[in-house]
């Protein structure tokens, strides 16, 4: 990964910006802050004014593991598109009946094994579209990940589980993921290009995939063998970036 805000960096922005790209954005540790307590995540001021002007001149989408209608309120702006639970949910599809059967089934399973789950510092969320088991409010974690893999040992076949930072998501085997939600994305928006900024293991599959006209951007340096191409070292990066594009995007157009 080499450095967005440098002279290389800076010609990526302004080929960027010529390609008139689609702005995707993660939400928790990109366009939020990482919180002890997830319901505390919002967009900043700082970022949601940007954010907002860029929005009212290009096609801007956050893609986010989160829920549609849990992350909407937290943005403080209207994108274009919103995809939430890790690509699974997006209005324009929606999942197979069998595959929200196995979702369902494993929903079932997870409220009886509440209390083993709880005494182990686990909480589980339910985003309909997927479920996550967090720990970050683990007092052992490594006790709460063996909780999670006995609780989840002989996990149906439909579906599939991947980590993230302090969480472990259930989802359908088949359903899209962020890469898939970012190239149908760039087809509806008829988009020549796109930028991607993400933070997490999950964005991993959106730099793994990315076109080489795409600019990717990983939010911090935690990860070193990250496939972006470019980072920004943390969330308080945001704000710059998009002031930036922004006047990037006054240019082109005088």
Not at 183 to 188: A, T
Not at 192 to 207: I, P, S, T
Not at 232 to 244: E, N, Y
Request: net charge neutral; glycine share 6%.
């Amino acid at each position: 990964m080499r450095p967005l805000f440098s002279h290389e960096g800076e010609f990526a922005l302004r080929a960027l910006v010529r390609s008139e790209p689609l702005f995707a954005f993660d939400f928790d540790g990109t366009l939020a802050p990482i919180v002890s307590r997830p319901d505390d995540a919002r967009v900043s001021a700082a970022v949601a004014r940007p954010l907002a002007r860029l929005a009212e001149r290009a096609a801007v989408a956050v893609v986010t593991g989160r829920s549609v209608a849990d992350v909407k309120p937290r943005l403080g702006f209207e994108p274009a598109f919103v995809v939430g639970n890790h690509g699974a949910e997006d209005t324009a599809r929606s999942l197979a009946p069998d595959e929200m059967a196995a979702i369902d089934l494993w929903r079932r399973r997870l409220d009886e094994a509440a209390a083993e789950l709880a005494a182990a510092g686990v909480r589980v969320e339910d985003k309909v579209y997927s479920l996550a088991l967090h720990y970050r409010l683990a007092r052992d974690r490594e006790r709460a990940l063996a909780c999670i893999a006995r609780v989840l040992a002989g996990l149906d076949p439909r579906l599939r589980t991947f980590g993230g930072k302090c969480v472990v998501n259930i989802v359908a085997a088949s359903a899209p993921d962020k890469a898939d939600a970012m190239f149908e994305l760039v087809g509806r928006a008829r988009r020549g290009g796109a930028l991607f900024v993400g933070d997490d293991v999950n964005d991993e599959v959106v730099f793994e995939r990315a076109p080489p006209h795409w600019l990717t951007v990983r939010v911090g340096l935690d990860e070193r063998n990250s496939a972006a191409r470019w980072f920004v070292d943390g969330p308080a990066s945001l704000a710059p970036l998009l002031q930036r594009l922004l006047t990037l995007l006054d240019e082109a157009g005088a």
